[in-house]
């Protein structure tokens, strides 16, 4: 199981599964964490959120077009 | 300027710039469209999640649970402009 933050800024996580034990830790901007030992495990729950003192993520848009989008994703993605 | 929020958590939403400011909640998966902020300068996004009973002055974690993990599954939290 690979975390990956892609938000600019960093982040905390939490990581718990089915009879594991938690884990939890920050992850620089564009930056990732390994952990393998989440990997082919059951009810797996990750959380992330602004490492302090930010409350929030945070964009800022020098100039916006029309129609222009910012997004917030969490997404998995991918493993066999 | 449309905000949208591809998490299972929904989300607060702060903006401003242009002279002006607005806030809102975005449901999880969905998005909000925001005419007034399309071709304005410096206008700043603020996301956080929406999690009841999170305690005052506390941020709750944007979050997702993968009933079965692979191996090297990745799980990305982003923040993307486009």
Redesign the interface.
Known sequence: MILVNETRQQVDYWITADGGSPNCGSIDAEGIADLPQYDHQTNVYVGFKPSLPKQSFTITCAHTGTGEQVEIALIAAGGK | ?????????P??Y?IH?GGSGDCGNIPAHESVDLKW?????????????VVPKTPPGE????????????????????????
Do not use: C, E
Request: aromatic share 8%.
């Open positions: 300027m449309k905000l949208v929020n591809n998490t299972p958590t989300a607060f702060g710039g902020y399309d071709n304005k300068d410096n206008v700043t996004i603020n996301l956080s999640a941020s709750a974690p944007f979050s997702i649970t993968i009933p079965k993990s692979g191996k090297g599954m990745t799980v990305t939290m982003g923040l993307f402009q486009a």
